[in-house]
């Protein structure tokens, strides 16, 4: 028989470090002759996509083509340290000091363009590879032509941005605090159906409404709500390290097996965006609230179908079977009691 | 290239450039202009640590302990040395400065001294001019090891008498979380669901096994090209281990082929720095498969126990829990994981009491690290189990439960923070109950669907 | 080095002929990867079970990290570095970075040499075929989804410019 069900799921995710770690990043930009511009930032492009993101971070901050910034990343002989990628934060963290890196660099950028146009430097604005008057577009002068000026007159063209989201510790006995500078969001919503004879089960549908706070780019926000999900997915129904005395016994691809192309479900990223004041372009990082709550979203589904309810990962044919009485013997975890695991004392 | 490669490459099949890429992106933010790396990825040409080579390279190769809890008696490396082409059999014992790591507090080794605490932990490096050369020797080091008794479970670990792992004691690290009254909150509550969940270790697997390439520069700065999360602090801990002035050392980040956590740790960087110390020369050192399943940091395995109380009108009146994480060997960043958990274990959903502890223990299980999800992950597998039955207890909606009970701005999270403006969880719950319109979908409808 | 040991490689790579002695007894990922530094091909495995490995061998696609080196003697073979240049991508390269379907990039040599094969068979498949084409290959990082819509769009772009037998042209 075959049995479908839907269900939901959510997740809030504390974005960085918290509770008084480092959590800063810093960036360099220089302006060339010809206008082009490099930026220098110490943390890792790990193929989320983040060395995109801070070029067109900066193209938009100086109003250049994107095509025109190069970035150089992690490299401690090289770049400033931006600090680690992890915790959801590179877009939050980084960005923010890419944004400040330019916001430096238009100092004297507009201190000499004021003076070319004879226009008070506070009223320039950078759009379009023009550094223009918004009160009277007529007086501008090409991004290009500036960045030449700049060199001839020897001003100051470089930038450096530095952003620091440490926060204070919460108390030790009752972690009472604000624990973190920001949070995300996301819900999942799955379909799926059961073979109650093989206890085989397909994730026919898996729907993701992730908060971006802004998608700065909309492709690389879905590649990581699409990709996340089937981690998710991989760790709901397939993944599991079998480690027997401190044996990790199926450490091989071949043992341990992770979601294939035939595994997964066409995943449909829904991006919502609730504009998060403190982040650059009101973004915050989506890479882990993609993959949190896949896997309960999952297991509400199957409960949705046949009744019973997961309460151990991963859902594998034969913990299914079980759950629906079709395999006698007990599984060692669920002999684990109430007593085993008492609640300490307040 | 060649002339002919050249005339080659014209008759080859081409569509001209990607659509994306003939555009000029002025304002770029909030449009999927083409990634910067991209063209080198697609074409092979971008450069991963286990990519690079010079001439007069070495290949390094680690032998991994094969006891979970033992007493090193003895290392005999001379068969080992005496393979034609090994350059360097470095033990412990070899280390110009101090034998020790860690991602939050250093309580690993880089090569085990005296004791092994895991399966996979690094016991001897060796460098040799080929592969083959370089696994010969690793198959014929010979250790003696005195078995101890071992832990493998985090609540074994906590009880009185368990083998300890290290001689601080098992735990590792306790979270309390405690606000308002759970007394008054369970006593208001008309419905109470408690479970004990349970998640499985779970491996990164980036498809990228982890590589380092280290080489000494004509200043005399040591360099280090890898897959790293964070040169930086992969940089300061090289330094140690090598008893060197940090800024003569040089961490690099090449291509990465996915790191998903496991990577913010120190991988194969200090072990290959060890070796283009020693022996002067340039040195790759790339992981199997297999041995970077067995030594690098997983996703931490969970024992939850919980209590959840509702209302009659269906609000959320208290939470209780209880978290056993399983941190393996070492610290890794168990601290934090485990910690985070302890604050996620309600989701995002306001409950006026609340109650949680998080132990984070120390067995002879592989490490458990930092993992995209970071314990919230685990997290979620108990709140939403949870809050998935007591809408059902309550027969309510389960989206109507979540959407009557998620964080709002002005509401308070377990640790008491006040949620600002940027609280997009109810956001995300209505997106939902659109798209189940959109598509048709409902909770209640036949489930069986013929064969 | 074992002097015995050495065979001689005579084979057309990326349709340069290649003649030299080399080291023999080991796999045609490690000839590719560490004597013509052709490191476009990767090892994500060692076991047959990524794909990362993937090449073709007389057009036909092969997991090199399986394929014992000697295998290939007089045989043409095609990595990833002869599929397409940054100014002259292949119809799957294009696609595959137009729809974002490359994210650290590890699986992408292997997943593009798997969709040339696989287009050569069968220049129209449904989205089934071209599941059924790459699920050899794993990514761990997209989901799978944006890069089996590119390989449709390459598709696709081939048919309508009445373009077929790829690999003969890639491999002359
Ligand atoms: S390396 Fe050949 S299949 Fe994985
Ligand atoms: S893009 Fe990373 S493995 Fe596919």
């Known amino acids: 028989m075959k049995l479908r069900g839907i269900g939901v799921g959510a997740m809030m995710y504390g974005l960085g470090y918290g509770y008084a770690r480092p959590d800063f990043s810093a960036t360099d930009i220089e302006l060339a002759p010809d206008g082009t511009v490099t930026i220098w930032n110490g943390a890792s492009e790990l193929g989320q996509g983040l060395t995109t993101l801070l070029c067109q971070l900066v193209a938009q901050e100086l109003g250049i083509p ?3 910034t190069f970035i150089i990343s992690a490299d401690t002989g090289r770049t400033p340290d931006a600090g680690p990628v992890s915790a959801s934060r590179s877009t939050y963290v ?9 916001r430096d660099l238009k100092g004297p950028l507009s201190e000499l363009a004021g003076e070319l146009l004879k226009v008070d430097p506070d009223r320039l604005i950078y759009k379009d590879g023009l550094v223009q008057d918004q009160e009277d577009p007529n007086r501008s002068i090409s991004f290009h032509n500036l960045a030449g000026e700049m060199h001839k007159r020897g001003r100051r063209v470089r930038g450096s941005g530095y952003h620091n989201i440490t926060t204070a510790d919460v108390d030790p006995e009752t972690s009472q605090g604000d624990a973190y500078a920001s949070y995300a969001w996301a819900s999942q919503l799955a379909e799926v159906e059961v073979d109650t004879e093989m206890g085989l089960v397909t994730v026919l549908r898996l729907a993701s409404a992730t908060d971006a706070g802004k998608a700065i780019n909309p492709k690389m926000v879905e590649g990581q709500i699409e990709g996340g999900a089937v981690q ?4 709901a129904l397939m993944e599991e390290m079998k480690v027997e005395q401190g044996e990790f016994k199926n450490a091989k691809l071949s043992t341990y097996l992770i979601p294939t192309a035939a595994d997964v479900p066409m995943v449909e990223p829904l991006i919502v965006e609730v504009f998060d004041p403190t982040g650059p372009y009101g973004a915050k990082g989506v890479a882990e609230p993609a993959t949190i709550p896949t896997a309960p979203t999952i297991f509400n589904a199957i409960t949705n179908a046949t009744g019973k309810r997961v309460r151990s990962t991963p859902a594998s044919p034969e913990r299914v079977l079980r759950l629906l009485g079709k395999l006698e013997e007990e599984e060692e975890e669920t002999q684990l009691t109430f007593e085993d695991m008492p609640y300490p004392e307040p | 290239m060649t002339g002919d490669k050249q005339a080659l490459q014209k008759e080859k099949l081409i569509v001209g450039t ?8 002025f304002d770029p933010v909030g449009k999927s202009v083409v990634r910067k790396d991209v063209i080198p990825k697609v074409t092979g040409k971008a450069i991963y640590a286990g990519d690079l080579h010079m001439p007069g390279m070495l290949i390094g190769k680690v032998l991994l302990s094969a006891q979970p809890h033992a007493l090193i008696k003895g290392i005999d490396i001379s068969a080992a040395a005496a393979v034609p082409g090994v350059k360097a059999v470095l033990t412990a014992q070899d280390i110009p400065g101090e034998n020790v790591f860690g991602i939050a507090i250093p309580d690993q080794q880089v090569l085990a001294d005296r004791k092994v605490r895991f399966i996979g932990e690094p016991v001897a490096v060796v460098a040799a001019e080929d592969a083959f050369a370089a696994e010969q020797a690793v198959s014929k080091i010979r250790v003696e090891y005195e078995p101890l008794p071992a832990v493998f479970n985090p609540i074994d670990g906590l009880k009185p008498g368990a083998p300890l792992v290290h001689e601080k004691g098992n735990i590792l690290y306790h979270t309390k979380v405690r606000k308002g009254n759970i007394e008054k909150g369970f006593d208001e509550a008309s419905v109470i669901v408690e479970n004990i969940y349970r998640t499985a270790g779970q491996d990164h697997a980036p498809i990228e096994p982890e590589a380092g390439f280290s080489w000494i520069d004509a200043e005399g700065v040591l360099n280090v090209f890898t897959s790293t999360q964070y040169a930086f602090r992969d940089r300061r801990q090289i330094a140690v281990v090598l008893n060197l002035p940090m800024n003569r050392v040089r961490v690099a980040n090449m291509t990465m082929g996915g790191g998903f956590g496991r990577k913010d740790d120190v991988t194969t960087e200090i072990l290959v720095a060890l070796l283009a110390w020693k022996t002067g020369r340039p040195v790759r050192l790339v992981y199997t498969r297999h041995e970077a399943m067995l030594t690098q940091t997983h996703r931490h395995p969970t024992y939850v126990r919980v209590r959840t109380g509702a209302n009659k009108e269906g609000r959320l009146t208290a939470m209780e829990g209880v978290i056993y994480g399983d941190t393996g060997a070492y610290s890794s960043l168990g601290i934090f994981v485990i910690k985070k958990m302890a604050l996620h274990l309600g989701g995002p959903y306001y409950y006026p009491n609340y109650k949680s502890d998080s132990f984070s223990v120390y067995t002879n299980n592989p490490i458990y690290g930092p993992f995209r999800g970071f314990g919230v992950l685990q997290a979620a597998v108990s709140h939403e189990g949870q809050i998935d039955e007591l809408a059902e207890k309550l027969g309510m909606d389960p989206l109507e439960f979540r959407l009557k009970n998620c964080l709002r701005p002005g509401l308070s999270f377990s640790t008491g923070q006040v949620m600002t403006e940027a609280c997009g969880i109810g956001a995300t719950l209505e997106r939902l109950q659109q798209y189940m319109v959109e598509n048709g979908l409902s909770f209640e409808r036949p489930q069986e669907v013929s064969a | 080095m074992d002097e015995n040991n050495l065979v001689k490689m005579t084979l057309t790579v990326n349709g340069e002929e290649v003649s030299m002695m080399a080291k023999g007894g080991r796999r045609l990922l490690d000839f590719l990867r560490d004597d013509l530094h052709l490191t476009g091909s990767k090892e994500g495995c060692g076991e047959g079970e ?25 045989r043409s073979v095609v990595t990833i570095e002869g599929v397409g240049s940054p100014t002259n991508l292949h119809p799957v390269q294009a696609a595959l970075l137009d729809e974002g379907g490359v994210q650290c990039g590890m699986c992408t040599p292997g997943m593009v040499i798997s969709a040339i094969d696989l287009l050569q068979r069968n220049p129209d498949p449904t989205v089934e075929e071209i599941i059924e084409g790459i699920s050899g290959n794993l990514c761990r990082c997209t989901g799978y989804k944006k890069i089996i819509f590119g390989i449709q769009h390459a598709a696709e772009e081939l048919r309508s ?3 077929t037998g790829m690999v003969k042209e890639a491999t002359r």
């Open chain 2, 18 to 25: 990607p659509q994306t890429l003939r555009e000029t992106d």
């Open chain 3, 50 to 74: 990524c794909g990362s490995c993937t090449v073709l061998l007389d057009g036909h696609s092969v997991l090199s990290c399986l394929t014992p080196m000697e295998r290939a003697i007089g």
């Open chain 3, 161 to 163: 410019s009445g373009r």
């Open chain 1, 66 to 68: 994107y095509e025109d």
């Open chain 1, 94 to 102: 980084q960005g923010n000091s890419a944004i400040k890196a330019c």
């Open chain 1, 232 to 235: 998710g997915l991989g760790f």
